[in-house]
Antibody
Framework: QVQLQQSGPGLVKPSQTLSLTCSIS??????????WNWIRQSPSRGLEWLGR?????????DYAVSVKSRITVNPDTSKNQFSLQLSSVTPEDTAVYYC??????????WGQGTLVTVSS | QSVLTQPPSASGTPGQRVTISCSGS????????VNWYQQLPGTAPKLLIY???HRPSGVPDRFSGSKSGTSASLAISGLQSEDEADYYC???????????FGGGTKLTVL
């Protein structure tokens, strides 16, 4: 049974960097058939895919155009986890953030969600 | 504005059958499979239907999915009070190179 456990601060100041971590159990971040995603949800934007990292003999990343200049998703193979960094945040980045596993053309396992509020 | 289009609300009485539609384009639903998610208040979305019409283990067979061209549908038969939730469709978009979602449909059991 795959489980994703999220951690990170719930409050970030404007212009600073939002950082979240997703710890994986029951699977390997280096699984050649999986991709590890970050998604956020807010009343104004709904569910929004942000980006992913995945291993296919080497590491790859894909990012949403809307955040491409500000986002980094990194794998940490030593801890079997992956992270999200979103820089220069504004109140528009306030949302519930989820990490998810993508496998076999679906997003099958989700983390518990982290409400991140951008406010001074 | 979500890439996939869903009706904002749907309703039915216990025992009824309801359907929720999801409309996309040739770059997402038209070229790839559709997944459906159920989200209860305060929880993460839960995978309900994958690859258009497959149910993960544990999902009742009252839930079914279908796809035709650039549209998909979720059907819930024998509606129960615990089905009251938000439902989202999702698909991979080959042009955007990322996952896209519907805006969600709030299902009310009257």
């Amino acid at each position: 049974q795959v489980q994703l456990q999220q951690s990170g601060p719930g409050l970030v100041k404007p212009s600073q960097t939002l950082s979240l971590t997703c710890s994986i159990s029951g699977d390997s971040i280096s699984n050649n058939n999986a991709a590890w995603n970050w998604i956020r949800q807010s009343p104004s934007r709904g569910l929004e895919w942000l980006g992913r990292t995945y291993y296919r003999s080497k590491w790859y990343n894909d990012y949403a155009v809307s955040v491409k200049s500000r986002i980094t998703v990194n794998p940490d193979t030593s801890k079997n986890q992956f992270s999200l960094q979103l820089s220069s945040v504004t109140p528009e980045d306030t949302a519930v953030y989820y990490c998810t596993r993508g496998a076999s053309y679906n997003l099958d396992y989700w983390g518990q969600g982290t409400l991140v509020t951008v406010s001074s | 504005q979500s890439v996939l289009t869903q009706p904002p609300s749907a309703s039915g009485t216990p025992g009824q059958r309801v359907t929720i539609s999801c409309s996309g384009s040739s770059s997402n639903i038209g070229r790839d499979t559709v997944n459906w998610y159920q989200q209860l208040p305060g929880t993460a979305p839960k995978l309900l239907i994958y690859r258009n019409n497959h149910r993960p283990s544990g999902v009742p067979d009252r839930f079914s999915g279908s796809k035709s061209g650039t549209s998909a549908s979720l059907a819930i038969s024998g509606l129960q009070s615990e089905d009251e939730a938000d439902y989202y469709c999702a698909a991979w978009d080959g042009s955007l190179n990322g996952w896209v979602f519907g805006g969600g449909t709030k299902l009310t059991v009257l």
